[in-house]
């Protein structure tokens, strides 16, 4: 607990130093949401031309795309920047600075620096997503309510696993940074296979997402769940287990990976 309120106290100390340059934070706030509302954009384009994709309606894609958003920004802010930077940290040798202090490395590093703009995904997303809500006849109780906070938790722990795993490639190899991006761009990365439903791809490429790379765990099967659609693939228990794959994913990308990879460290010695 102590570990996480001085993790605070530094993030917003942090965040105070970049609001003194207001304008140039604020401006890339501003370009972030209009970028993401540009996405939601393509997205009502499509649905002009198509009545629904694989029984998803025009709302229900926008629930599948907000709650990917939502959850990159929560895990892109605190981890994004720190295993983007672990690689040159590592090859210059900067590294060895995280090591001498007395605090976890692992929480040492991602204290170290942040990305602001993803707090525009996560508001834009929350506006989006409550939107979203209101216009989708979803029967709430109170348990879907309480399960629906285990979702975004479970989310953000599956999309920090990944950059964690990703980032600590380079202990291993010489170029990460390519990698962590391939985990979180939602352009050019895996998360492009999270717009739709992962109903609409091959068999392979469903394997992949649910079983391996477990994608499919931030949205496609919490949106099964919400929506409460018989089309969950493989077993009607899996919509369910978001945060249960959270916690176990977070927990290998943590000892099995992390973990390894600082033991595998060797200093530059500069």
Not at 77 to 89: D, G, I, K, Q
Not at 172 to 180: D, G, L, Q, R, Y
Request: glycine share 6%; proline share 3%; with cysteine.
């Amino acid at each position: 607990m102590n570990t996480l309120n001085l993790y605070l106290r530094i993030v917003l100390v942090r965040l105070q130093a970049r609001m003194e340059y207001k304008f140039n934070f604020f401006s890339d706030l501003l370009v972030t949401v209009v970028t993401s509302l540009v996405t939601y954009g393509g997205i009502w384009v499509m649905f002009k031309n198509f009545d629904t994709i694989n029984g998803w309606t025009y709302y229900e894609v926008v629930l599948l795309y907000t709650l990917n958003f939502i959850v990159a920004g929560i895990a892109g802010f605190v981890f994004y920047a720190p295993m983007m930077n672990l690689e040159e940290m590592i090859q210059t040798g900067s590294f060895d600075s995280i090591l001498v202090r007395p605090i976890n490395p692992f929480m040492n590093l991602i204290s170290t620096s942040f990305t602001h703009t993803h707090l525009a995904h996560v508001v834009t997303g929350t506006i989006v997503f409550f939107y979203t809500l209101n216009k989708l006849d979803i029967a709430w109780t109170f348990a879907k309510a309480v399960f629906l906070i285990f979702i975004i938790i479970g989310g953000v722990l599956i999309q920090a696993s990944m950059l964690i795993i990703t980032g600590s490639l380079g202990f291993w190899i010489i170029k990460s940074t390519a990698v962590v991006d391939l985990s979180v761009n939602p352009r050019s990365g895996i998360r492009r296979f999270l717009t739709f439903p992962i109903s609409i791809f091959e068999k392979w490429v469903q394997l992949i997402l649910t079983f391996i790379l477990p994608y499919a765990f931030i949205n496609y099967y919490p949106s099964c769940y919400l929506l409460n659609k018989s089309i969950v693939l493989f077993h009607p228990a899996l919509k369910y287990g978001t945060p249960i794959v959270g916690i176990l994913f977070f927990l290998f990308a943590y000892f099995l990976v992390w973990k390894n990879g600082l033991k595998n460290y060797k200093s530059t010695g500069s």
